[in-house]
Protein backbone atom coordinates (compact mmCIF):
# COMPACT_ATOMS: atom_id res chain seq x y z
CA UNK A 1 0.00 0.00 0.00
CA UNK A 2 1.41 3.33 -1.20
CA UNK A 3 0.72 6.38 1.31
CA UNK A 4 1.00 10.21 1.10
CA UNK A 5 4.86 11.01 1.52
CA UNK A 6 6.41 14.79 2.07
CA UNK A 7 6.93 16.82 -1.23
CA UNK A 8 10.44 16.12 -1.22
CA UNK A 9 9.96 12.78 -2.75
CA UNK A 10 6.75 13.02 -4.19
CA UNK A 11 7.98 14.65 -7.44
CA UNK A 12 10.27 11.50 -8.33
CA UNK A 13 7.96 8.70 -6.35
CA UNK A 14 4.59 10.36 -8.46
CA UNK A 15 6.20 11.86 -11.14
CA UNK A 16 4.61 12.08 -14.50
CA UNK A 17 5.23 13.51 -18.25
CA UNK A 18 2.17 16.23 -17.67
CA UNK A 19 3.21 17.70 -14.87
CA UNK A 20 5.63 20.10 -16.47
CA UNK A 21 2.47 21.82 -18.29
CA UNK A 22 0.78 22.95 -15.40
CA UNK A 23 0.61 26.56 -15.03
CA UNK A 24 -0.27 28.38 -11.81
CA UNK A 25 -1.76 32.14 -11.88
CA UNK A 26 -4.74 33.95 -11.49
CA UNK A 27 -5.63 32.01 -8.76
CA UNK A 28 -6.09 28.26 -10.37
CA UNK A 29 -3.88 25.60 -11.97
CA UNK A 30 -3.97 25.39 -15.53
CA UNK A 31 -2.35 24.37 -18.52
CA UNK A 32 -3.50 20.78 -18.46
CA UNK A 33 -6.63 19.36 -21.02
CA UNK A 34 -9.39 16.91 -18.92
CA UNK A 35 -8.21 14.29 -21.82
CA UNK A 36 -8.08 10.61 -22.06
CA UNK A 37 -4.06 10.42 -21.34
CA UNK A 38 -4.60 12.76 -18.68
CA UNK A 39 -7.48 10.85 -17.34
CA UNK A 40 -5.31 7.64 -17.15
CA UNK A 41 -2.49 9.46 -15.21
CA UNK A 42 -4.99 10.59 -12.92
CA UNK A 43 -5.63 6.62 -12.37
CA UNK A 44 -2.03 5.39 -12.33
CA UNK A 45 -1.44 8.46 -9.89
CA UNK A 46 -4.43 7.53 -7.49
CA UNK A 47 -3.66 3.86 -7.71
CA UNK A 48 -0.18 4.63 -6.40
CA UNK A 49 -1.10 7.04 -3.74
CA UNK A 50 -4.19 4.52 -2.44
CA UNK A 51 -6.54 7.13 -3.05
CA UNK A 52 -10.16 7.52 -3.52
CA UNK A 53 -11.07 10.56 -6.14
CA UNK A 54 -14.55 12.09 -5.19
CA UNK A 55 -16.34 14.16 -7.00
CA UNK A 56 -19.04 16.71 -6.57
CA UNK A 57 -21.79 17.04 -8.89
CA UNK A 58 -20.80 20.67 -9.61
CA UNK A 59 -17.49 20.22 -10.80
CA UNK A 60 -16.16 20.17 -14.27
CA UNK A 61 -17.43 17.54 -16.26
CA UNK A 62 -13.84 15.92 -17.41
CA UNK A 63 -13.28 16.00 -13.16
CA UNK A 64 -16.52 14.25 -12.61
CA UNK A 65 -15.96 11.49 -14.98
CA UNK A 66 -12.52 9.91 -13.75
CA UNK A 67 -13.57 10.10 -9.99
CA UNK A 68 -14.29 7.17 -8.65
CA UNK A 69 -17.83 8.34 -6.98
CA UNK A 70 -20.08 10.94 -7.80
CA UNK A 71 -22.27 12.97 -5.50
CA UNK A 72 -23.50 15.26 -3.30
CA UNK A 73 -21.45 17.02 -0.12
CA UNK A 74 -22.88 14.14 2.30
CA UNK A 75 -22.89 11.50 0.67
CA UNK A 76 -19.21 11.78 -0.19
CA UNK A 77 -18.07 12.45 2.99
CA UNK A 78 -20.57 8.69 4.04
CA UNK A 79 -18.17 7.19 1.28
CA UNK A 80 -14.83 8.73 2.19
CA UNK A 81 -15.73 6.63 5.72
CA UNK A 82 -16.36 3.67 4.19
CA UNK A 83 -13.35 3.34 1.51
CA UNK A 84 -10.84 0.89 1.73
CA UNK A 85 -8.04 3.17 1.03
CA UNK A 86 -6.20 5.51 3.17
CA UNK A 87 -6.37 8.30 1.17
CA UNK A 88 -9.30 10.64 -0.18
CA UNK A 89 -9.10 13.38 -2.71
CA UNK A 90 -11.90 15.50 -2.18
CA UNK A 91 -12.74 17.44 -5.35
CA UNK A 92 -15.12 20.31 -4.18
CA UNK A 93 -14.88 23.27 -1.97
CA UNK A 94 -12.73 23.50 1.31
CA UNK A 95 -15.49 23.01 3.48
CA UNK A 96 -17.00 19.45 2.20
CA UNK A 97 -13.29 18.48 2.57
CA UNK A 98 -13.35 19.47 6.10
CA UNK A 99 -16.65 17.52 6.60
CA UNK A 100 -14.69 14.42 5.24
CA UNK A 101 -12.37 14.88 7.41
CA UNK A 102 -14.53 14.99 10.45
CA UNK A 103 -15.81 11.81 9.44
CA UNK A 104 -12.69 9.88 8.90
CA UNK A 105 -10.21 11.72 11.11
CA UNK A 106 -7.69 8.63 10.89
CA UNK A 107 -7.22 9.44 6.61
CA UNK A 108 -5.27 11.78 4.56
CA UNK A 109 -8.07 13.72 2.79
CA UNK A 110 -6.44 15.65 0.27
CA UNK A 111 -8.25 18.69 -1.92
CA UNK A 112 -6.66 19.70 -5.44
CA UNK A 113 -6.81 23.09 -4.40
CA UNK A 114 -7.54 24.42 -0.82
CA UNK A 115 -7.93 28.13 -2.31
CA UNK A 116 -11.51 26.46 -3.08
CA UNK A 117 -13.60 28.04 -0.64
CA UNK A 118 -17.89 28.70 -0.58
CA UNK A 119 -19.15 32.24 -0.53
CA UNK A 120 -21.67 30.56 1.54
CA UNK A 121 -19.71 28.67 4.32
CA UNK A 122 -17.90 32.22 4.58
CA UNK A 123 -21.01 34.06 5.25
CA UNK A 124 -20.33 33.51 8.45
CA UNK A 125 -17.59 33.22 11.30
CA UNK A 126 -16.84 30.98 14.07
CA UNK A 127 -16.74 34.74 16.76
CA UNK A 128 -19.74 35.82 14.72
CA UNK A 129 -21.88 32.69 15.79
CA UNK A 130 -20.38 33.15 19.09
CA UNK A 131 -21.48 36.45 19.66
CA UNK A 132 -24.93 35.53 18.17
CA UNK A 133 -25.46 32.93 20.68
CA UNK A 134 -24.44 34.78 23.52
CA UNK A 135 -27.07 37.16 22.60
CA UNK A 136 -29.32 34.38 22.68
CA UNK A 137 -28.54 32.29 25.46
CA UNK A 138 -30.50 29.00 25.36
CA UNK A 139 -31.20 28.77 21.87
CA UNK A 140 -30.10 25.97 19.61
CA UNK A 141 -28.03 26.47 16.97
CA UNK A 142 -28.91 24.48 13.51
CA UNK A 143 -26.64 25.09 10.89
CA UNK A 144 -26.71 23.96 7.13
CA UNK A 145 -23.57 21.52 6.46
CA UNK A 146 -22.32 24.45 3.95
CA UNK A 147 -19.92 25.85 7.02
CA UNK A 148 -16.57 25.46 8.13
CA UNK A 149 -15.46 22.91 10.87
CA UNK A 150 -15.14 25.78 13.17
CA UNK A 151 -18.81 26.72 12.49
CA UNK A 152 -19.72 23.43 13.45
CA UNK A 153 -17.99 22.86 16.07
CA UNK A 154 -20.25 25.87 17.78
CA UNK A 155 -23.39 23.89 16.14
CA UNK A 156 -25.74 21.73 18.23
CA UNK A 157 -27.56 20.43 15.11
CA UNK A 158 -26.00 20.25 11.34
CA UNK A 159 -28.83 19.69 8.72
CA UNK A 160 -29.33 19.08 4.85
CA UNK A 161 -31.67 21.08 2.54
CA UNK A 162 -33.56 17.61 2.73
CA UNK A 163 -34.12 17.05 6.70
CA UNK A 164 -33.79 20.77 7.62
CA UNK A 165 -37.37 20.84 8.47
CA UNK A 166 -37.60 17.74 10.29
CA UNK A 167 -34.31 19.10 12.46
CA UNK A 168 -36.01 22.62 13.04
CA UNK A 169 -39.40 20.68 14.06
CA UNK A 170 -37.42 18.07 16.29
CA UNK A 171 -36.36 21.26 18.76
CA UNK A 172 -39.32 22.13 21.28
CA UNK A 173 -41.84 24.58 20.52
CA UNK A 174 -40.09 26.85 23.57
CA UNK A 175 -36.99 26.78 22.50
CA UNK A 176 -35.20 29.68 20.36
CA UNK A 177 -33.41 28.20 17.41
CA UNK A 178 -30.71 30.52 15.40
CA UNK A 179 -30.34 29.25 11.89
CA UNK A 180 -27.48 29.48 9.83
CA UNK A 181 -25.90 30.40 7.14
CA UNK A 182 -28.06 29.90 4.01
CA UNK A 183 -30.88 33.15 4.23
CA UNK A 184 -33.11 31.34 1.85
CA UNK A 185 -33.49 27.76 3.17
CA UNK A 186 -34.09 29.52 6.23
CA UNK A 187 -37.43 31.19 4.95
CA UNK A 188 -38.18 27.75 3.66
CA UNK A 189 -38.23 26.13 7.11
CA UNK A 190 -39.82 29.24 8.63
CA UNK A 191 -42.67 28.98 5.94
CA UNK A 192 -43.45 25.53 6.14
CA UNK A 193 -43.29 25.16 10.41
CA UNK A 194 -44.75 28.10 11.33
CA UNK A 195 -42.07 28.41 13.57
CA UNK A 196 -41.83 32.32 14.88
CA UNK A 197 -38.85 31.95 17.67
CA UNK A 198 -36.42 31.06 14.31
CA UNK A 199 -33.41 33.68 13.93
CA UNK A 200 -32.28 33.34 10.54
CA UNK A 201 -28.64 34.36 9.39
CA UNK A 202 -28.35 36.41 6.20
CA UNK A 203 -25.90 34.58 4.62
CA UNK A 204 -26.03 33.51 1.15
CA UNK A 205 -24.77 31.72 -1.81
CA UNK A 206 -23.63 34.05 -4.89
CA UNK A 207 -24.64 31.55 -7.32
CA UNK A 208 -28.05 30.62 -5.62
CA UNK A 209 -28.76 33.75 -5.07
CA UNK A 210 -28.08 34.78 -9.36
CA UNK A 211 -30.95 32.54 -9.63
CA UNK A 212 -33.98 34.64 -9.58
CA UNK A 213 -37.99 34.61 -9.53
CA UNK A 214 -38.44 36.53 -12.75
CA UNK A 215 -36.08 34.00 -14.63
CA UNK A 216 -38.03 31.18 -13.78
CA UNK A 217 -41.60 32.58 -14.05
CA UNK A 218 -40.21 33.43 -17.84
CA UNK A 219 -38.93 29.88 -18.38
CA UNK A 220 -41.66 28.36 -16.94
CA UNK A 221 -43.91 30.22 -19.26
CA UNK A 222 -41.59 29.47 -22.00
CA UNK A 223 -41.63 26.13 -21.48
CA UNK A 224 -45.49 25.00 -20.19
CA UNK A 225 -44.47 21.13 -20.33
CA UNK A 226 -40.95 20.71 -18.49
CA UNK A 227 -41.24 20.18 -14.96
CA UNK A 228 -39.37 22.49 -12.36
CA UNK A 229 -36.42 21.59 -10.15
CA UNK A 230 -35.11 23.91 -7.62
CA UNK A 231 -32.75 23.70 -4.81
CA UNK A 232 -33.90 24.88 -1.83
CA UNK A 233 -30.81 27.09 -0.92
CA UNK A 234 -31.78 28.91 -4.69
CA UNK A 235 -33.26 32.65 -4.37
CA UNK A 236 -36.01 31.21 -6.27
CA UNK A 237 -37.52 28.71 -4.17
CA UNK A 238 -39.65 31.44 -2.86
CA UNK A 239 -40.95 32.32 -5.96
CA UNK A 240 -41.33 28.88 -6.61
CA UNK A 241 -43.39 27.93 -4.18
CA UNK A 242 -45.29 31.49 -4.78
CA UNK A 243 -45.75 30.97 -8.52
CA UNK A 244 -47.47 27.26 -7.48
CA UNK A 245 -49.48 28.37 -4.92
CA UNK A 246 -50.81 31.51 -6.84
CA UNK A 247 -51.78 28.42 -9.57
CA UNK A 248 -49.50 30.02 -11.99
CA UNK A 249 -47.64 26.81 -12.39
CA UNK A 250 -49.54 23.83 -11.61
CA UNK A 251 -48.31 22.92 -8.36
CA UNK A 252 -47.15 19.19 -9.43
CA UNK A 253 -44.59 20.55 -11.64
CA UNK A 254 -42.55 22.55 -8.99
CA UNK A 255 -40.80 20.47 -7.61
CA UNK A 256 -38.05 21.56 -4.02
CA UNK A 257 -35.33 19.02 -4.38
CA UNK A 258 -31.58 18.34 -2.97
CA UNK A 259 -29.07 17.66 -5.62
CA UNK A 260 -29.75 14.06 -4.52
CA UNK A 261 -33.37 13.97 -4.72
CA UNK A 262 -32.83 15.66 -8.43
CA UNK A 263 -31.03 12.47 -9.55
CA UNK A 264 -34.06 10.29 -7.92
CA UNK A 265 -36.50 12.06 -9.45
CA UNK A 266 -35.17 12.32 -13.03
CA UNK A 267 -34.65 8.75 -13.54
CA UNK A 268 -38.26 8.36 -12.52
CA UNK A 269 -39.70 11.23 -14.68
CA UNK A 270 -42.13 11.14 -17.85
CA UNK A 271 -41.13 14.20 -18.89
CA UNK A 272 -39.43 15.20 -21.92
CA UNK A 273 -38.07 18.49 -20.63
CA UNK A 274 -37.18 19.21 -17.43
CA UNK A 275 -35.79 23.25 -16.00
CA UNK A 276 -33.65 23.31 -13.65
CA UNK A 277 -32.40 25.63 -10.75
CA UNK A 278 -29.40 24.84 -9.34
CA UNK A 279 -25.70 25.18 -10.07
CA UNK A 280 -24.89 24.17 -14.05
CA UNK A 281 -22.53 21.48 -13.07
CA UNK A 282 -25.55 19.65 -11.83
CA UNK A 283 -26.79 18.98 -15.48
CA UNK A 284 -23.91 16.53 -16.11
CA UNK A 285 -25.40 14.23 -13.91
CA UNK A 286 -28.71 14.59 -14.73
CA UNK A 287 -28.24 14.08 -18.41
CA UNK A 288 -26.23 10.70 -17.89
CA UNK A 289 -29.26 9.84 -15.10
CA UNK A 290 -32.12 10.10 -17.78
CA UNK A 291 -30.49 10.59 -20.98
CA UNK A 292 -34.11 10.93 -22.99
CA UNK A 293 -34.77 13.76 -21.08
CA UNK A 294 -34.19 17.63 -22.24
CA UNK A 295 -32.56 19.04 -19.18
CA UNK A 296 -32.12 23.01 -19.08
CA UNK A 297 -30.70 25.22 -16.82
CA UNK A 298 -32.81 28.26 -15.53
CA UNK A 299 -29.97 30.56 -15.82
CA UNK A 300 -26.66 29.04 -17.57
CA UNK A 301 -24.89 31.94 -15.70
CA UNK A 302 -24.94 29.93 -12.40
CA UNK A 303 -21.93 27.87 -12.49
CA UNK A 304 -19.58 28.13 -9.09
CA UNK A 305 -16.44 29.89 -9.50
CA UNK A 306 -15.04 28.10 -6.51
CA UNK A 307 -15.74 24.35 -7.58
CA UNK A 308 -14.55 25.38 -10.98
CA UNK A 309 -10.86 25.76 -9.14
CA UNK A 310 -10.85 22.09 -9.31
CA UNK A 311 -9.05 21.94 -12.88
CA UNK A 312 -7.73 18.73 -14.50
CA UNK A 313 -4.26 20.38 -13.74
CA UNK A 314 -5.06 21.27 -9.79
CA UNK A 315 -6.06 17.05 -9.83
CA UNK A 316 -3.02 16.26 -11.33
CA UNK A 317 -0.84 18.02 -9.07
CA UNK A 318 -2.62 17.51 -6.40
CA UNK A 319 -2.00 13.42 -6.43
CA UNK A 320 1.85 14.13 -7.97
CA UNK A 321 2.83 16.75 -4.88
CA UNK A 322 0.36 14.99 -1.87
CA UNK A 323 -1.31 18.08 -1.22
CA UNK A 324 -3.18 20.41 -0.62
CA UNK A 325 -3.78 17.97 2.73
CA UNK A 326 -6.70 19.14 4.71
CA UNK A 327 -6.42 19.52 8.91
CA UNK A 328 -8.95 19.90 11.32
CA UNK A 329 -7.91 20.31 15.08
CA UNK A 330 -8.79 17.12 17.16
CA UNK A 331 -11.37 18.58 19.22
CA UNK A 332 -13.04 20.92 16.81
CA UNK A 333 -13.85 17.32 14.38
CA UNK A 334 -15.09 15.85 18.09
CA UNK A 335 -17.73 18.71 18.29
CA UNK A 336 -18.54 18.93 14.80
CA UNK A 337 -18.65 14.97 14.41
CA UNK A 338 -21.70 15.76 17.30
CA UNK A 339 -23.89 17.86 15.38
CA UNK A 340 -22.84 16.09 11.98
CA UNK A 341 -24.29 12.61 13.64
CA UNK A 342 -27.21 14.33 15.35
CA UNK A 343 -28.15 15.36 11.55
CA UNK A 344 -27.74 11.81 10.33
CA UNK A 345 -30.30 10.54 13.31
CA UNK A 346 -33.11 13.01 12.08
CA UNK A 347 -35.88 12.61 9.21
CA UNK A 348 -34.02 11.96 5.40
CA UNK A 349 -30.89 13.61 5.58
CA UNK A 350 -30.26 13.18 2.03
CA UNK A 351 -26.92 14.32 0.95
CA UNK A 352 -26.30 18.23 1.18
CA UNK A 353 -25.96 20.39 -1.48
S1 LIG B 1 -22.54 26.88 -5.30
FE1 LIG B 1 -22.61 28.39 -3.61
S2 LIG B 1 -23.02 27.19 -1.75
FE2 LIG B 1 -22.26 25.80 -3.36
S3 LIG B 1 -20.05 25.68 -3.07
FE3 LIG B 1 -20.43 27.29 -4.59
S4 LIG B 1 -20.51 29.17 -3.38
FE4 LIG B 1 -20.78 27.49 -1.95
Known sequence: ??????AATTTTEFSSSLYD??????????????DREWAAEVKRLAKLRDATILAHNYELPAIQDVADFVGDSL?????????????????????MAETAK?????????????????????????VELQEWKDEHPGAVVVSYVNTTAEVKALTDICCTSSNAVEVVQS?????????????????????????????IWAGECHVHAGIN???????????????????????????????????????ERVKILSTGGMLDAARETGKKEVLVATEVGMLHQLRMAAPG???????????????????????????????????????MADAGRKAVTRMIGIGQPGGGE
Do not use: W
Not at 102 to 126: H, N
Not at 310 to 330: M, N, Q, W, Y
Open 21 to 34: RIVEGGGMYTGVDG
Open 213 to 251: GDELAAQAEAHPDADLYVHPECGCATSALYLAGAGAVPD
Open 293 to 331: VDFRAVNDRASCKYMKMITPAALLRCLVEGKDEVFVDAD
Open 75 to 95: ALSRIAADVTTSTIVFCGVHF
Open 102 to 126: ILSPEKTVLIPDQRAGCSLADSIKA
Open 171 to 199: IPEDTEILFLPDQFLGAHVKRVTGRQNMH
Open 1 to 6: MTTATS
